[in-house]
């Protein structure tokens, strides 16, 4: 069975920051292009950052560059999202996922395994 389980989301001021961690289960780790989407409310799922399979390539959303960073550890099987500077805008329920397609993409489509997502709110 497979299981991705965010952790790590909360309540803080604009400024402060946040690391999410994303632990995986039931499947090849290292063969899956990870993921991180989120959903303000109101609002659709948006496609967040990603990470190839090796952990060296890494892809971002336009809002985020620079104040977020995505990396994977193979030997705990579990993503990361560190989050800096955080917005009042990045207010939204944080989801992990992982994609069988042997390159980063960005389309939620994409992905086949999905978190329960963790909620991560930021006061101004």
């Known amino acids: 069975q497979v299981q991705l389980v965010e952790s790590g989301g909360g309540l803080v001021q604009a400024g402060d920051s946040l690391r999410l961690s994303c632990a995986v289960s039931?499947?090849?780790?290292?063969?899956?292009?990870m993921g991180w989407f989120r959903q303000a409310p109101g609002k659709e799922r948006e496609f967040v950052a990603a990470v190839n399979m090796r952990g060296s390539l890494m892809h971002y959303a336009d809002p985020v560059k620079g104040r977020f960073t995505i990396s994977r550890d193979d030997a705990k099987i579990t993503v990361y999202l560190q989050m800096n500077n955080l917005k009042p805008e990045d207010t939204a329920v944080y989801y992990c996922?992982?994609?069988?397609?042997?390159?980063?993409?960005?389309?939620?489509?994409?992905?086949?395994?999905w978190g329960q997502g963790t909620q991560v709110t930021v006061s101004s």
């Open positions: 996922a992982a994609s069988r397609f042997g390159r980063i993409v960005l389309n939620q489509d994409s992905y086949h395994y």
């Open positions: 039931g499947l090849a780790f290292s063969s899956y292009v």
